[in-house]
């Protein structure tokens, strides 16, 4: 052991979830200042045309970035239920695994994106005059899927072992890099949209670096040879935690592109504001990212251990955090959310309105109904925590199908402005499906049952 790990089987929940889940909330933050200064560089230098741009690639970033976050979280898991069990053997064949899988992926993920990116933009109806830089922006950022796929698995490896500083470090390193890149590349350069992506990419490289420095002085995560044979690893286990993981976000972000299909039918206007809080979604739910990655470590470690009973202290624990939170973060938005939405958009006077309202009113439905994206992010982590992805990917289904409705029926009653609701509609979808599902899973490991199917161990 090292001090740069944590053991999350003894001690006060709450304590112990706000310890682990601050480092992650500031670096998240530094994460999200990056993602605002992108945007607000782009809007204001480049115009209401570029931020369009940029928005139309929105849902296709995330969907690449959620496939690889699925990947690496779902691999981090059981890195957290080995290091929880002391198993550091079966710890570092968990990590070898998932590196190379981590790397297969990352190869097959970027020749998809090249393939895909052209046809499903054209397929989103993306505005003709908005499509070149949307699709320059989107193929720089999916030949850097390899980069991306690194820093998250980097940053999971940590995070299971209790780490949650390190990562808040690279953070920090890589927000400062891409704000100095994205003033040089965009207002020095003039290389446009292309520049804020190769901004964004470098920032990730640097950050991807530091985290991999501290993994490599971890002792008990000190990997040999051996342990990168796959015939040796976990690969099944591996697998069944992160594929639905993957799916799930794979579902999650489908509904996400229906929904700009029906944004881009509106007008490059309502893109732009539709796409100046949409990058304020970040900071609405960075708190709830936090704390669902230390939910994630901290059942992970008591499943481990068979500290069964503080899984369900450190899930009660961990909704009353959330619930305050979400009600501070939507106040402030509620009260600053203007000012804050005028750093992103610009334009003649008649088109700064125009976004300007469809932005805060988006922003004002998302923060009066934050609370249950925060109920939903604790409940989904505390379930992927316990090994049981699947029923989180059923979740993605509920998701899947509630936003696409409401972005499809609601226009015909609200008309455009209905689209703003289709989000809201998810979070209700899932966080009911994710609610029964939480209980039923208590019972069965309060009784003694595994919260997935049992399955042949591996061995020793």
Known sequence: MTSRTREMTAGRPASL??????????????QQLYTVVDTAIVGKALGVGALAALGATDWLNWMMLGIIQGLTQGFAILMAQEFGARRFERLRRALGGGTVLSAAGAVVLVILGQLAAEPVLRLMQTPQEILPDALLYLRIIYGGVPVVMAYNLLASILRAVGDSKTPLRA?????????GLDLLFVLVFRWGIAGAAAATLIAQLVSGLYCLVYVRRVEVLRAGRADFR??????????????????????????????????????????????????????????AVSYGYALITYVGQNLGAGEIPRIRSGVRAAYGIAAV??????????????????????????????????????????????????????????????????????????EFAMRTLAALLLPLVLGETGVLYAEIAAWIGASAVLAVSYRVLMRRLETGKPAVRSRPEEST
């Open 17 to 30: 979830l706000l310890g682990f889940a601050l480092p992650l909330m500031l670096g998240n933050v530094f």
């Open 171 to 179: 953070m920090i390193a890589a927000a400062f890099t891409n704000i």
């Open 230 to 287: 796959l015939a040796d690893a976990p690969v099944k286990k591996l697998m069944l935690l992160s594929a639905p993981m993957a799916f799930q976000n794979i579902l999650i972000c489908a509904g996400g592109l229906i929904v700009q299909f029906v944004v881009n039918g509106c007008g490059v206007v309502f893109i732009a504001g539709f796409t100046a809080t949409n990058k304020l979604y970040g900071i609405l739910e960075v708190a």
């Open 325 to 398: 939170t979400s009600v501070v973060i939507a106040a402030v938005m509620l009260l600053f959310g203007r000012p804050v939405l005028g750093c992103f958009i610009s334009g003649t006077p008649e088109e700064t309105k125009a976004a300007m309202d469809v932005a805060y009113l988006y922003l004002s439905i998302m923060s009066v109904f934050l609370p249950v994206l925060y109920y939903l992010h604790v409940t989904r982590a505390a379930i992927q925590g316990m090994g049981n992805t699947v029923l989180p990917m059923i979740t993605g289904v509920a």
